[in-house]
């Protein structure tokens, strides 16, 4: 069975910092693309980043040098590195694995507001 879940959502202020964790299991962790998306209320599910089996990584342009995505393949864990946080980045985060993607977690809320 997999599951992915995650952790670290919360509230936090403009201009704060928070650390998203996703722990996967039922699937080989190191074969997997793996990814961050977002759904705010009205809007449609975006994706944010995503890294690949090999490490690189894609980070939508509204977060570019502002999130940052890694992987701990040891620990079958994804994170994501969120810096400088807006009000607009609120929103459900979700993680997944594989192409298109493939498994979705359920879901950590992040909420930036003063």
């Known amino acids: 069975q997999v599951q992915l879940v995650e952790s670290g959502g919360g509230l936090a202020q403009p201009g704060g910092s928070l650390r998203l964790s996703c722990a996967a299991s039922?699937?080989?962790?190191?074969?997997?693309?793996m990814g961050w998306y977002r759904q705010a209320p009205g809007k449609q599910r975006e994706l944010v980043a995503r890294?690949?089996?090999?490490?690189?990584?894609n980070h939508a342009d509204s977060v570019k040098g502002r999130f940052s995505i890694s992987r701990d393949n040891a620990k079958n864990t994804v994170y994501l590195q969120m810096n400088s946080l807006k009000p607009e980045d609120t929103a459900v985060y979700y993680c997944?694995?594989?192409?298109?993607?493939?498994?979705w977690g359920q879901g950590t809320q992040v909420t930036v507001s003063s």
């Open positions: 890294i690949e089996t090999d490490g690189s990584t």
């Open positions: 039922g699937i080989f962790f190191s074969a997997y693309r």
């Open positions: 997944s694995a594989g192409i298109s993607p493939r498994f």
